[in-house]
């Protein structure tokens, strides 16, 4: 069944200062009411901070599902730390894009989505970083993130167009094989890699044309 679902929010944003020595993040974006172009390289207006492991075609636009914030309120309930103020709207993973209905093990990659006048597709997961535990304040969020294989998902860009926040998004194409977002970070990133028979599904990663070049490499590796 292909998925339609809306924008929820749309945040727009640029490196601001992260860290005392001088370390720069964009992941304080800022929600926005009006409508942005997307271009090939992202949103207008919108920067990284290192372009060496952000930004670029296969990492033009960040999208992080809804349906997971609920999940790390209760998470964060868990460890005993209450309620965190970061989770009071979306936006706390430094997401472009806020919406239900795209769930990591829903959607696969090289699903195409036309959003606005846009049209996009899914490229890769998105890897965390150290830069979360330090936005959240919680040593070991990365780790969770992994663990959970609550990632979200970048997408390509394959037609550039207008952008607003609470349009539609709508799949338009869906892929024909099974490498969900979750099946591919798990044995990516969250250690499948090491299974004694993975070899077969990392030559067969290696070889999906949709997905992310740097991905195709770790698989390759």
């Not at 964009?26 to 990284?48: I, N, Y």
């Not at 990492?59 to 009071?88: I, M, N, R, S, T």
């Amino acid at each position: 069944m292909m998925i339609i679902t809306q924008i929820d929010a749309l945040f727009i944003g640029g490196p601001k200062p992260f860290r005392a020595d001088g370390t720069m993040s964009a992941m304080a974006r800022d929600a926005v009411d009006r409508p942005v172009m997307l271009r090939k390289l992202g949103f207008e207006g919108d920067q990284v901070a290192d372009p060496t492991v952000h930004g670029g075609v296969d990492k033009a636009v960040h999208f992080y599902p809804a349906e997971h914030y609920p999940k790390w309120l209760a998470y964060f309930a868990a460890q005993g730390l209450g309620p965190h103020p970061l989770l009071d709207a979306s936006g706390a993973f430094g997401e472009n894009i806020s919406a239900s209905g795209l769930t990591e093990e829903r959607v696969k990659i090289g699903d195409r989505f036309r959003i606005g006048k846009a049209l996009v597709e899914i490229a890769q997961g998105r890897q965390p970083c150290w830069k979360i535990d330090h936005h959240f304040g919680m040593h070991g969020l990365s780790g969770a993130v992994i663990k959970t294989g609550r990632c979200g998902l970048y997408f390509r860009v394959i037609e550039e167009g207008e952008v607003a926040p609470s349009d539609v998004i709508e799949q338009v194409e869906q892929a024909t094989h099974d490498w969900t977002v979750e099946r591919t970070f798990k044995l990516l990133i969250a250690g499948g890699h090491k299974a004694p028979d993975a070899k077969t599904d990392l030559v067969a990663l290696s070889k999906l044309e949709t997905l992310a070049d740097t991905w195709r490499g770790r698989a390759v590796k």
